[in-house]
């Protein structure tokens, strides 16, 4: 079994339009259209089992009927292959009220995005959310590090992360992008072993710059095979998940990449499906193993 933690969808109607323009910013090339078609095309080619769909709200307006409608298709979308994140934004008012719906409608986690909603992942309004997600069991994932697109500030530094971490104590907090992205030193040597997961998404190997741009992406290349393995085995192999960030990166390839990392059998598949069954509880989602 694989479990891809990190991938994106948007609606049909959008979706082409949302991926291009998010292509445009990166400087970067996607490797789907952004629609759930497409990601199920990819899942099968890749051999992917289930895929984490994570929702970002950009504006707080967003909130009630993105969650509505992805509590809606929640069963269907399991019934595929796709588990559902919602999504929360600091400015939602009534976010208590909001969290527990996701809760009561089966949802298992929530998506944070401090660079796109403008805020530090230390800031009350972000403290807030995280403490009541986590005193409902949810997962929390968020965007961790410098953001490809948005690059002239870190929301969520490891600075930022290790006062939440103080502060909240959340149990199920996962850091997408090996805990920062582009500041590994950093995780390294102030926060790998923390009490947290870290997704692989969009952090090993190569990126691919977009041929009809001639500005080139903030950086050329992630982790190296070397450096993945040493932070991944300091931070402890029972708390790294395996993840895409899809479309920006292809499932089938990306797969091929961890496989020749050099982490043994027995680590690939506490990163590819153990970790992550244990921490979504697929079996009682209604997910099958």
């Known amino acids: ?22 292509a445009a910013v990166s400087h ?18 890749a051999g992917v089992t ?4 994570l929702p970002v709200m950009t504006t707080a307006e967003q909130v009630e009927k993105v969650n ?10 399991l019934a595929q292959g796709i588990v559902t994140f ?12 909001e969290l527990r719906h996701l809760k009561q409608g089966g949802i298992s986690g929530i998506k944070l995005h401090p660079a796109y909603q403008n805020i530090d992942f230390d800031d009350i309004r972000m403290l807030r959310i995280l403490s009541y997600a986590s005193e409902l069991d949810l997962i929390v994932l968020t965007h961790a590090g410098i953001d490809i697109g948005i690059y002239d500030r870190n929301y969520c530094s490891v600075r930022h992360i290790l006062k939440a971490i103080d502060q909240v104590q959340p149990p199920k907090l996962v850091l997408a992008h090996m805990g920062n992205w582009g500041c590994w030193e950093e995780v390294e040597r102030d926060l790998a072993g923390a009490p947290v997961w870290f997704d692989t998404a969009f952090s090993i190997g190569a990126i ?6 001639e500005e080139k992406p903030y950086l050329e290349e992630n982790l190296s095979n070397a450096d993945f393995v040493r932070i991944a085995r300091k931070h402890g192999m029972d708390k790294i998940l395996f993840a895409t960030d899809s479309p920006w990166q292809d499932q ?22 153990k970790n992550a069954k244990k921490l979504l509880d697929l079996h009682e989602t209604g997910a099958s193993s």
């Open 252 to 273: 089938k390839d990306y797969i091929e990449r961890l496989r020749n990392t050099g982490l043994t059998p027995e680590e690939l598949e506490l990163v590819f499906s």
């Open 28 to 45: 970067t090339i996607p490797f789907t259209d952004g629609s759930v078609r497409n990601l199920l095309s990819s899942m099968q080619e």
């Open 86 to 97: 919602g999504g929360m934004h600091p400015d939602y008012e009534n976010y208590k009220e």
């Open 208 to 213: 691919t710059p977009n041929p009809d741009q």
């Open 50 to 53: 289930y895929s984490v769909n």
């Open 1 to 22: 079994m694989i479990i891809d933690f990190h991938t994106h969808t948007f609606p049909d109607k959008i979706s082409g339009k949302v991926v291009r323009n998010l």
């Open 68 to 77: 509505r409608s992805l509590t809606e298709q929640r069963e269907s979308l």
